[in-house]
T-cell receptor, first 113, second 112 residues
Framework: SQQGEEDPQALSIQEGENATMNCSYK?????LQWYRQNSGRGLVHLIL?????REKHSGRLRVTLDTSKKSSSLLITASRAADTASYFC?????????????FGQGTILTVHP | DADVTQTPRNRITKTGKRIMLECSQT?????MYWYRQDPGLGLRLIYY???????NKGEISDGYSVSRQAQAKFSLSLESAIPNQTALYFCATSEAFGNEQFFGPGTRLTVL
């Protein structure tokens, strides 16, 4: 089963526009992470946000977490063609799921030059 | 040089064959993971290892086995490959639970 569900499944924008991707999850979490995957390649970690945090920034990336709604969003500002990739959220929960990441199905982002 | 390497990068095999995928890391991490990715889906956890002596099943371990030969090496075996094991396989490491994971480049496995 997948903890994270991402929305939209695909997003197509023009260079310079902002891109927002959403992730919803079902059970309480210790942290939520966002990863990027270029076509057929390994995943690259972008940001980790812990359950007691509400917002984090890294360069052009902004991640928010709302634990009351069990949701997170990833905002990429001033997008570039090089941002074209699949983006995955992954959650780490406690209990028997401690130490294990559960991934969503991903959002495919296409940025047109 | 890459911190997490996987061999082979591509493999085509036939139903019933035994296959081993290997993962090596130079990050000095104790935690290692094996995932599979199917087209249009996220990653699903096959096995994970806290350290050399501690190996645990993940979400989809049936049909797979693993070996942690050393801190730096974690191998995934398919004892008798079947076509629905055709997928992209990733190895990952982390310094500790609750930290980011570092992924290898993946192995594309095709079972005919």
């Amino acid at each position: 089963s997948q903890q994270g569900e991402e929305d939209p499944q695909a997003l197509s924008i023009q260079e310079g526009e902002n891109a927002t991707m959403n992730c919803s999850y079902k059970t309480s979490i210790n942290n939520l992470q966002w990863y990027r995957q270029n076509s057929g390649r390994g995943l690259v970690h972008l940001i980790l946000i812990r359950s007691n945090e509400r917002e984090k920034h890294s360069g052009r990336l902004r991640v928010t977490l709302d634990t009351s709604k069990k949701s997170s969003s990833l905002l990429i500002t001033a997008s570039r063609a090089a941002d074209t990739a699949s983006y995955f959220c992954a959650t780490e929960s406690g209990g028997t799921s401690y130490g294990k990441l559960t991934f969503g199905q991903g959002t495919i982002l296409t940025v047109h030059p | 040089d890459a911190d997490v390497t996987q061999t082979p990068r591509n493999r085509i095999t036939k139903t019933g064959k035994r296959i081993m995928l290997e993962c090596s890391q130079t990050k000095g991490h104790d935690r290692m993971y094996w995932y599979r990715q199917d087209p249009g889906l996220g990653l699903r956890l096959i096995y994970y290892s806290f350290d050399v002596k501690d190996i645990n099943k993940g979400e989809i371990s049936d049909g797979y086995s693993v070996s942690r030969q050393a801190q730096a090496k974690f191998s995934l075996s398919l004892e008798s490959a079947i076509p629905n094991q055709t997928a992209l396989y990733f190895c990952a490491t982390s310094e500790a639970f609750g930290n980011e994971q570092f992924f290898g480049p993946g192995t594309r496995l095709t079972v005919l």
